[in-house]
T-cell receptor
Framework: DAKTTQPTSMDCAEGRAANLPCNHS???????VYWYRQIHSQGPQYIIH???NNETNEMASLIITEDRKSSTLILPHATLRDTAVYYC?????????????FGQGTRLTINP | DAGITQSPRHKVTETGTPVTLRCHQT?????MYWYRQDPGHGLRLIHY???????DKGEVSDGYSVSRSKTEDFLLTLESATSSQTSVYFC?????FGRGISGANVLTFGAGSRLTVL
């Protein structure tokens, strides 16, 4: 699986858009970008995933650059409950078990 | 978390004693996983299952065994607990590629089991 690089920590003001970057310069053509988050003491939670097109769901938007070497997760109107560690993971879409490898992620703090 | 239950949620035990953690799902998902989370190491895969009686090792399987006799239950056993196995353990489930959310084989995690080995 391609390696990902994320900032260790970020801050964002409540109500503003939080933009979390992820670098995955060695991504292969069949690999998807997944985002999960982990709120303190809870299990990780799936947010969104994409291959090459931008994606949006009720939680967030995912912007993937045209060369697919980086992506940005956007939380459009961050709330205090969005404070969490956010993980960017690159994995191929294959049959079988989804053996995700979690890095250290980005610790996002939403400030009032 | 909806559809996935871990028990016990908290356990304190002594070195050398056996411990079994249980993961129970009501989603009928094929795949089940056990992860552990430690400060400085993040989440690491211990074992996973791809069906009843079908299991395989993850990256940190030493000292752990698993069993899956029913679709809904995945047990993680520490035969003789050590202090290095003090951790938070998370169970996860997934449906498999081509199913579920956009066919993405998304993992759904349980709430975790905090184990302390004295």
């Amino acid at each position: 699986d391609a390696k990902t690089t994320q900032p260790t920590s970020m801050d964002c003001a409540e109500g503003r858009a939080a933009n979390l970057p992820c670098n995955h310069s060695t991504i292969s053509g069949n690999e998807y970008v997944y985002w999960y988050r982990q709120i303190h003491s809870q299990g990780p939670q799936y947010i969104i995933h994409g291959l090459k097109n931008n994606e949006t769901n009720e939680m967030a938007s995912l912007i993937i650059t045209e060369d697919r070497k980086s992506s940005t997760l956007i939380l459009p109107h961050a709330t205090l409950r969005d404070t969490a560690v956010y993980y960017c993971i690159v994995r191929p879409q294959i049959q079988g078990a989804q053996k995700l490898v979690f890095g250290q992620g980005t610790r996002l703090t939403i400030n009032p | 978390d909806a559809g996935i239950t871990q028990s016990p949620r908290h356990k304190v035990t002594e070195t050398g004693t056996p411990v079994t953690l249980r993961c129970h799902q009501t989603e009928n998902h094929r795949y089940m996983y056990w992860y552990r989370q430690d400060p400085g190491h993040g989440l690491r895969l211990i074992h996973y299952s791809y069906g009843v009686k079908d299991t395989d090792k993850g990256e940190v399987s030493d000292g752990y065994s698993v069993s899956r006799s029913k679709t809904e239950d995945f047990l993680l056993t520490l035969e003789s607990a050590t202090s290095s196995q003090t951790s938070v353990y998370f169970c996860a489930i997934s449906e498999g590629f081509g199913r579920g959310i956009s066919g993405a084989n998304v993992l759904t995690f349980g709430a975790g089991s905090r184990l302390t080995v004295l």
